[in-house]
């Protein structure tokens, strides 16, 4: 098993910037991609950003130039950097990480999700 322990969330004005941060712990063999998912009320969970073990990012059209994804992949921990934020970021934020088992399967892990609230 592989724990996901996000931190970084918060209430912030509209212009502000948070962090986010995500370390994966447990019984890791390989992490491979690592990204973000965000889930505002009454809407479906969407990708924001992700990013590759060779460091190749993927950003949703409406985070482009604002957040930057990045990774520490000794520590198995994933970033996310949201400058700019805007009241229609508000959203509950999960990271998402794909390991591999030593046996080569795949398996797919969610964090507990973290609150980010933008004030207009």
């Known amino acids: 098993q592989v724990q996901l322990v996000e931190s970084g969330g918060g209430l912030v004005q509209a212009g502000g910037s948070l962090k986010l941060s995500c370390a994966a712990s447990?019984?890791?063999?390989?992490?491979?991609?690592m990204g973000w998912y965000r889930q505002a009320p009454g809407k479906q969970r969407e990708l924001v950003a992700s990013?590759?073990?060779?460091?190749?990012?993927d950003y949703a059209d409406s985070v482009k130039g604002r957040f930057t994804i990045s990774r520490d992949i000794p520590k198995n921990t994933v970033y996310l950097q949201m400058n700019s934020l805007k009241p229609e970021d508000t959203a509950v934020y999960y990271c998402?990480?794909?390991?591999?088992?030593?046996?080569?399967?795949?398996?797919?892990?969610w964090g507990q999700g973290t609150q980010v609230t933008v004030s207009s």
């Open positions: 998402n990480v794909e390991h591999m088992t030593l046996y080569r399967l795949r398996q797919t892990y």
């Open positions: 447990g019984s890791i063999f390989r992490v491979n991609a």
């Open positions: 990013i590759t073990t060779g460091g190749s990012a």
